[in-house]
């Protein structure tokens, strides 16, 4: 089966970051392309503008005449869609060609040479750095991200020429398991998503998986200190500054920004500036940097590309960014994630009140991580806990953020998403967090707005 022998594609699911790339690049070689989403998002808003038709109801009739021939019509899906799903239902009823998102990325991939950046955190950002540098060398570069890049204002890169493909590879529902990259980096493997695996022992399995999935003659570098055996393939490690085949030396903090020697196995480049906040994305830069150097890329289209990088949309996005007042939002939804974030505002900003306002994403999330969350927030001045974001989940008797929040050491509150504005309306703040990967993202603006009317 080839996916270009399908004149219709039609997404249940189409609003998400993972999807709406693969949207975007068909509707871009001129398939007919639909979609399904549950709720109006920015996103969905963008896809619209670029002439890609979306409903929002659940309904049969909605699905437009031509993708009712089920013969040229591919129906692709995401995981989180529920299994009562009507349209979902219905194609699996009438013997449409079937596939999840991911297999459809395997396929798309395939022919090129892959880039798969996975991990349970920090993969968007490595992912898009890695796309900006390649795409600002000789080599150029297609790229299906997680995130909005700020330089691009799209999570979808395309070259006809360039044989690269930089790959968002998702360990959710074991989804890169349908790829098999020529280089791939893995950032961490910290326990998440234990509703699809059980324990981390079974996550990390899986990763040894993706890794043996890489290409004959491919390359495999992770963070150092991540236990991935038995990989008969050239293999390198990356750090922040502790010693390894590409590190950080002379890590020096300019007007809130870091400059670097990057030290590689062939020699270092010296200073180099990166112009996105945040140490841990500094170590996310480094390890773009080391798939960039093995995939052929020169010291100064890395140099150039790293001074020019503006980001990732929620990912350490300064909102405001003032001497009295500053407003950064992050999608942050895992404990280690809330700590390394957190952590990179106090190190720019040490003598300013941070307060921070967190919604968990997922019960059995929350079930799962409580004690690191409370761990994690404590480290803010100030704490204002939503409640969870459900998401694709159901609720889970006696789970709800109050489980974080009896064991957080600082100020804290709970309120909800209709008080919130009102509540930061009354205060006194110098540093604002928000944080979490529900739907936080949908009172940024309002929040901006609030603050700068004040």
């Known amino acids: 089966m080839k996916l270009e022998d399908f004149k219709n594609i039609y997404f249940v699911g189409i609003g998400g970051i993972g999807m709406s790339a693969i949207a975007r690049y068909f509707h871009s070689i001129g398939k007919n392309v639909f979609g399904y989403d549950r709720t109006s998002t920015k996103l969905t808003g963008e896809l619209l503008e670029e002439g890609i038709s979306i409903t929002f109801e659940d309904d049969l009739d909605t699905i437009p005449n031509e993708f009712l021939n089920k013969e040229n019509t591919l129906v692709v899906f995401t995981p989180a869609i529920p ?8 194609f699996k009823l009438n013997s449409y060609t079937i596939m999840k998102r991911s297999q459809v990325l395997g396929l798309l991939s395939d022919d090129l040479n892959g880039i798969g950046i996975a991990g349970t955190h920090g993969k968007t950002t490595v992912s898009t750095i890695t796309a900006h540098i390649f795409n600002n060398s000789k080599l150029g570069c297609n790229a299906f991200l997680g995130g909005i890049s700020r330089n691009y204002q799209s999570n979808l890169l395309l070259s006809k020429d360039s044989p690269w493909v930089i790959l968002e590879a998702d360990e959710f529902d074991r989804s890169f398991l349908q790829l ?3 280089i791939a980096l893995i950032t961490s493997m910290d326990a998440d998503h234990l509703d699809i695996y059980g324990d981390k022992s079974e996550l990390e399995k899986s990763f040894q998986e993706y890794a043996g999935q890489i290409k004959q003659d491919g390359i ?20 922040l500054n502790e010693v390894a085949d590409f590190y950080a030396k002379n890590l020096t903090l300019v007007e809130g920004f870091y400059e670097f020697d ?3 196995p062939q020699g270092v480049f010296k200073k180099l500036k990166f112009s996105y906040p945040g140490k841990i994305n500094v170590e996310n830069a480094i390890g773009a940097c080391s798939v960039a150097i093995l995939g052929g890329v020169k010291e100064e289209e890395i140099r150039s590309a790293l001074s020019s990088f503006e980001g ?6 300064y909102q405001i960014r003032q001497d009295n007042l500053v407003f950064i939002d992050d999608y942050a939804h895992h404990p280690k994630e809330l700590k390394e974030s957190i952590s990179s505002v106090r190190d720019i900003y040490p003598n300013k ?6 919604q968990p994403h997922l019960y059995t999330r929350t079930r799962d991580f409580a004690e690191g969350f409370a761990e994690s927030l404590s480290l803010l001045d100030e704490v204002i806990l939503l409640d969870i974001y459900p998401a694709r989940e159901l609720p889970i008797a006696g789970v709800n953020s109050k489980m ?14 209709e008080e919130l504005i009102g509540l930061l309306e009354q205060k006194d703040l110098e540093v604002l967090l928000t944080l979490g990967a529900g739907d936080i993202d949908k009172l940024v603006e309002p929040i901006k707005n609030m603050l700068i009317e004040k």
Request: one cysteine or more.
């Open 312 to 317: 990732v949309r929620r990912r350490f996005d």
């Open 262 to 264: 990057l030290v590689y």
């Open 404 to 417: 974080i929040m009896k064991n957080i050491t600082v100020p804290v509150c709970i309120c909800s998403k």
């Open 180 to 182: 098999h990259p020529k």
């Open 220 to 239: 495999l570098v992770h963070k150092k200190g991540l236990h991935l055996e038995n990989i008969e393939l050239e293999k390198y490690t990356y750090s």
């Open 353 to 358: 009140k941070i307060t921070g306002v967190f």
């Open 83 to 90: 299994k009562d799903h009507q349209q979902l239902s219905y």
